[in-house]
């Protein structure tokens, strides 16, 4: 069981207002991101739940039970952080079996549990090492295993990734991915990569200056932002955004187009442009050009397409996919 409520939750510090009242549903099993830019409230949120900060105000039901006032450790959630706080002089074995053993768990479940946690995390053969003699990726991978053996209503993560190279967290995704799926317990993630919010969640909430913009689905986000603000954030390379003229031929005072729904050709089309800096990446070509009457934009077009610095490309916008944006930078309409 994992069903997490929050209703009207605010949380200040001292005069500043960091979450203005927020209400949440997360259901039982669900995989949630709150995805946001740096000091949007993303950490806060998620230690208000753990209960390492208290609400200012609101109520938090953890199975519909109100766990506003409960202790962290009542709370029967567990957090993995970014920084492993695994315990050097211990084994992998001992680190993983430390919440149980404050617990003062009977020693038999305790083998059991770190036993089957180390296997589901490909850790049986490092029990005996101490966290100095593993990568990064089997360090975060113990920190894991310190909060399965406790049998959680739900994990959370508050950016467990980020201190990994790019191919490790690569990794570490499709591991917690396939976690999530065996275990089925409720997780939120904490991230500010839209990639990884993308990647992994089965429900995403975008979060700005401790205001819910939107929560959805993956592909809700991607294909009816409900404002500027979530359709800069979600995708990458980030959608392309006009004004002027070029908007008013769509009825619209700004709109927006993501670099994969602009045909390109070096024949003919809507709009004309010089390319600036072409990206050859073989699967994908990444060209920034500088259009006319327009200005910067940046096409992203399926495999090799041969242009660079110099070149003319003209483009033209899938009409189904354009976003229209009114004057306060509200979706008026978006791609269907
Ligand atoms: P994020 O995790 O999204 O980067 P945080 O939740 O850490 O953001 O911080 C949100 C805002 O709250 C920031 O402006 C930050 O400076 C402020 N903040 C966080 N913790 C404290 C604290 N203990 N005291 C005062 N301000 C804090
Ligand atoms: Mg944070």
């Not at 259901?27 to 230690?47: A, H, I, N």
């Not at 202790?71 to 050097?88: D, E, H, K, N």
């Not at 050709?265 to 442009?273: M, Q």
């Not at 660079?308 to 509200?330: C, I, M, N």
Request: proline share 5%; glycine share 10%; hydrophobic share 40%.
């Amino acid at each position: 069981m994992g069903a997490i409520t929050l209703s009207q939750v605010t949380k200040r510090f001292g005069e500043t207002e960091v979450i203005p009242p927020l209400d949440l549903e997360i259901q039982d099993g669900e995989f949630v991101v709150f995805v946001g830019p740096s000091g949007c409230g993303k950490s806060t949120l998620l230690r208000l739940i753990a209960g390492l900060e208290d609400v200012t105000s609101g109520q938090i039901l953890i199975d519909g039970a109100d766990a506003t006032q409960a202790a962290p450790a009542a709370r029967g959630l567990a957090m993995v952080f970014q920084s492993y706080a695994l315990y050097p002089h211990m084994s992998v074995k001992k680190n993983i079996a430390f919440p149980l053993k404050m617990a003062k768990m009977d020693p038999a479940e305790i083998e059991k549990r770190v036993s089957a946690a180390a296997k589901s995390l490909n850790l049986t053969d490092y029990l005996d090492r101490r966290p100095g003699q593993l990568s990064g990726g089997q360090r975060q991978r113990v920190a894991i295993g310190r909060a399965i053996v406790r049998e959680p209503a739900a994990f959370l993560f508050d950016e467990p990734l980020s201190n990994l190279d790019a191919a490790l967290r690569v990794n570490m995704r499709l591991e917690i991915s396939e976690l999530h799926q065996s275990l089925a317990t409720t997780m939120i993630y904490v991230t500010h990569d839209q990639v990884e919010a993308m990647t992994m969640a089965d429900k995403i909430v975008v979060l700005r200056a401790g205001v819910i913009e939107q929560v959805g689905s993956p592909l809700d986000l991607y294909r009816n932002p409900r404002n500027k603000f979530v359709a800069g954030f979600i995708g990458s390379p980030k959608m392309n955004f006009i004004g002027g003229e070029a908007a008013a031929e769509y009825g619209a005072p700004e709109i927006g187009i993501r670099p994969e729904h602009l045909d390109a050709s070096t024949d003919g089309g809507k709009w004309r442009g010089v390319v600036t800096v072409a990206e050859h990446l073989g699967s994908d070509t990444f060209v920034h050009m500088e259009v006319e009457g327009i200005g910067t934009m940046n096409v992203r077009v399926g495999g090799e397409f041969p242009v660079k610095h110099g070149s003319t490309v003209f483009l033209t916008p899938q009409e189904d996919k354009l976003h229209r944006f009114d004057a306060q930078g509200l979706s008026i309409g978006g791609a269907q």
